[in-house]
């Protein structure tokens, strides 16, 4: 087992926490990064987590999330803001 596995394996345990994996936080990170800002591309996705390809990072992070219907009708009214002025 690696040590950053045995660290998390650890902490978990002791604060009585579900184990979750390395790649579990790292999709989770790549996940949040989409859902809590809509400036955020996946080219910026791209190049935070590594990827060669940007088709692998839209093919495994970029999902709809339950934010999305939210995020796409504040985006809307900016525009609607923005033509206002």
Known sequence: MKQPRKWLIKIAKLAKLPIITVHG???THATLLYDK???ITAKDVQKRLGHSDV???MNIYEH???NSDKKIIEAINSF???NAE
Do not use: K
Request: glycine share 0%; net charge negative; charged share 20%.
């Open 37 to 39: 800002n809509p400036y």
């Open 55 to 57: 088709s692998v990072t």
């Open 64 to 66: 709809a999330t339950d």
């Open 80 to 82: 609607d803001q923005q």
């Open 25 to 27: 936080f790292r999709h």
